[in-house]
């Protein structure tokens, strides 16, 4: 809200303004400089609350007006006292890096931070102000938590956003060295490293001391670093894919991943434990190469480290191999460390002296025009004469492109309603209540039961049978009755079977409307089946989806995750997008009953299960399908047990996928188009209710043309963009420039103290 920004910065200045001229006419007292001081950090905070957290460039400026004002009555105050001074352009340099770190993001945030934290340090110590150097501390303390926080995270991060957004954004793994992480360790180890240096030049107990942690906290990021990159060099993980993985496949290659990086954890453990040692002895072999008592110390500590990690943890979970590389490498390097000792050995009791001293510091809807630019295709609809509704049949390339994304504008480019529905209407089947009596278990294995609709002349043509069994396939008789004395046979070659997860038990038979219902399943391998319980329903006839057809390529496959009794086929059924019911197999052998197994998908070899079933030919019975699921994958992976028969010949496959149709409302005639080819969310019309409460009425044919490539995609949206968005780039670079320029007079004012 501009208006409650504006608000805030005349409540800040009626604040800052008299503050100022008092501070500058009138004697400095701490409440006058704490009121100057927290007047600009509430504007900054009230006007955060009237942005959001994409106008960067805004509150950058914000926080910068602010630092500018510190800095300018900061530098007047130099003249007066120093130190309040000092207290003023260090809270403008805290602002600057604030507003830097605005316009940045990730690492950078953390390197400015660091090289900020690095600057205070060093003049504090120059000057050896010890204000100054809590002030570093703070800004320190500042670039630990950023580290902790958010930069140690974010290779997990954007790992966990590479599996979201299913590889289009993000990174599976992190690459050695240069990546957030480590970049941000490095720079924060490197500022800290500085700091030390300084410190320990200024010749004060309270800056050496500062000193000893910054150079220990120094080693700790560097050798944090150091362990998480060797790690992440010999870490071994399936190579990320080409493209865009879908959801069943990513899930998948997820499994893939995630267990590689189950497998290599003894060896990133051995690895960790190396790395410990190595930069152990590294430590020692500084400490006495320059000579310097604290670096000896700090590798004597991370070498009790190593052995602690090595005893309470390698030898107890590592394999004998790992446990016998570890204790090599270990050991070698505790032996060239002692090597050195040793050689300084008449210095050993001195260090022990000195080192206790030391050891003790450091524990211290309506329509609308479309925008034609968010979508990569387009398609003519042609023939629309006049306003009314149309209707054209899907096809493949409209389910390669998504439904969701599908949008149709019309001459006007007034975005037309739509909805999708099968062909022909479907009617739903007219279920009838019945009861079902004399539930018996026959000689041989058979199962029957009664099913009574209640009353004469009610049509039915399926049963649905609910049957206590598992792994099971029977034949099924189905008789009729209209005084369940005298049964007639109207049905004979009907099946049912369960095979895995897969379940069929509907038996479909000619249109009877007698009352009495007797079904049979008879004999067959397997336990004692038991008819629990059924559901009798009349299908319309024209009522049942139509079926569209793709041809599949079947191949056979070798691989070797395939069974010593079981046959692995490739299909390619072409298209990707098609919802598809079922596969249908041309299978030349002539007699056969094998359990098959339906796999999918789009990016092999990641495959996932979709369903089961049985293929069998016997007589003038046969199966010779599986269902699909509407599975939209474009490859499909049959495996068949054979046991010891010899193997199906398959010599071709059908995909079927049902057949939909389009219907949208034309308001005017003329040339309409259909977008596709974009991330939008599915669109919600109420053309569909209000068709289904009024009726549709007549219903005019529509063309399709030919997918074309949209001229207008990528191109800016129409209508005006504000100035800041216009030129956003420019602006963040001047802002950049003006912040650098300001921070760079904040520390020249510091460095030169007023005489």
Not at 1 to 26: M, N, R, S, V
Not at 485 to 492: M, S
Not at 507 to 536: F, H, K, N, W
Request: glycine share 10%; charged share 15%; proline share 5%.
């Amino acid at each position: 809200d501009h208006k409650l920004i504006w608000i805030a910065a005349l409540w800040w200045l009626a604040y800052f303004g008299p503050g100022a001229w008092e501070l500058l006419t009138k004697a400095i007292v701490p409440q006058r400089l704490l009121t100057v001081s927290a007047a600009g950090l509430g504007f900054i905070l009230l006007a955060f609350r009237q942005t959001g957290d994409g106008d960067s460039l805004p509150r950058a400026a914000l926080v910068a007006v602010v630092g500018v004002a510190d800095l300018l009555l900061g530098a007047r105050l130099l003249r007066v006292e120093r130190r309040s001074g000092s207290v003023l352009l260090g809270q403008a340099l805290a602002l600057f890096a604030g507003a830097i770190a605005l316009l940045l993001s990730g690492a950078s945030i953390t390197f400015v931070w660091a090289a900020m934290a690095a600057v205070v340090a060093v003049l504090a110590a120059r000057e050896k102000d010890q204000l100054w150097l809590a002030g570093a501390l703070a800004l320190f303390l500042a670039v630990l938590v950023r580290l902790i926080g958010i930069d140690f995270q974010s290779v997990d991060a954007r790992n966990a956003q590479w599996f979201a957004t299913a590889g289009t954004a993000g990174a599976l793994r992190a690459t050695f060295l240069f990546n957030g992480r480590a970049l941000a360790f490095l720079g924060g180890s490197a500022a800290l490293f500085i700091a030390a240096r300084a410190s320990g030049r200024a010749g004060d107990k309270r800056f050496t001391q500062a000193g000893i942690g910054f150079i220990s906290l120094a080693h700790a990021l560097l050798l944090f670093v150091v362990v998480s990159e060797a790690q992440n060099l010999v870490l071994q993980t399936p190579a990320a894919p080409a493209g865009p993985l879908p959801p069943q496949e990513l899930q998948r290659f997820a499994e893939l991943f995630y267990r590689a990086v189950v497998d290599h954890e003894q060896t990133l453990s051995m690895v960790a434990t190396l790395t410990l040692g190595l930069y152990a002895a590294l430590l020692v072999a500084v400490g006495f190469t320059l000579p310097d008592k604290l670096h000896r110390y700090l590798g004597l500590g991370l070498f009790a480290l190593t052995l602690g990690k090595l005893l309470l943890w390698d030898v107890w979970h590592l394999p004998r191999l790992f446990q016998t590389l570890v204790l090599l490498g270990l050991g070698a390097l505790l032996l060239g460390a002692s090597f050195l000792y040793a050689r300084f050995g008449k210095r050993l009791v001195t260090l022990l002296r000195d080192g206790t001293a030391l050891l003790l510091i450091l524990c211290a809807g309506r329509a609308r025009a479309l925008e034609p630019a968010q979508f990569k295709e387009v398609r003519p609809i042609q023939n629309v004469a006049a306003p009314s509704l149309y209707r054209f049949e899907l096809d493949p390339a409209l389910y390669q492109r998504g439904l969701n994304g599908l949008r149709i504008a019309g001459p006007d480019g007034a975005e037309a309603p739509y909805f999708i529905r099968d062909l022909p209407i479907p009617m739903p089947a007219v279920r009838h209540p019945v009861t079902m009596v004399d539930p018996v278990t026959l000689p041989g294995g058979a199962t029957r039961a009664v099913f009574d609709l209640g009353r004469q002349g009610l049509k039915h043509s399926e049963v649905k049978l609910a049957i206590d069994g598992n792994d099971f396939l029977r034949r099924v008789r189905v008789e009729v009755s209209t005084d369940e004395r005298d049964f007639a046979q109207l049905a004979g070659s009907g099946r049912v079977y369960a095979v895995g997860d897969t379940r069929h038990t509907t038996v479909e038979y000619p249109v009877s409307d007698a009352r009495y219902l007797r079904v049979t399943v008879l004999g067959g391998l397997g336990d004692q089946l038991r008819i629990t319980g059924g559901e009798v329903s009349y299908a319309v006839i024209g009522s049942k989806p139509v079926l569209r057809t793709l041809q599949a390529k079947v191949s056979p496959n070798s691989a070797a995750d395939a069974g010593p009794h079981e046959q692995l086929y490739d299909l390619d059924t072409g298209e990707a997008g098609v919802p598809l019911e079922r596969l249908d197999f041309d299978i030349a052998t002539p007699a056969f009953e094998r359990r098959a197994t339906l796999e999918a998908s789009e990016k092999p070899p990641y495959w996932f299960f979709i369903g089961s079933g049985l293929l069998y030919r016997a007589g003038d019975q046969s199966e010779l399908s599986l269902n699909a699921g509407q599975s939209t994958r474009r490859f499909f992976r049959l495996q068949v047990q054979s046991g010891d028969d010899a193997p199906l010949t398959i010599t071709g496959a059908r995909a079927q996928y049902r057949a939909q149709e389009l219907i949208f409302r034309a308001n005017a005639a003329g040339p309409y188009q259909l977008y596709a080819g974009s991330n939008l969310e599915a669109p919600s019309y109420d053309l569909a209710a209000v068709i289904a409460r009024g009726g549709a009425g007549a219903i005019a044919e529509a063309a399709l043309g030919d997918f074309i490539a949209n001229p207008a995609y990528g191109s800016a949206p129409s209508g005006p963009k504000p100035f800041s968005e216009q030129h956003r780039t420019a602006l963040m670079a001047v802002l950049g420039c003006a912040l650098a320029g300001l921070a760079l007079w904040t520390v020249r004012l510091l460095r030169n103290p007023s005489k």
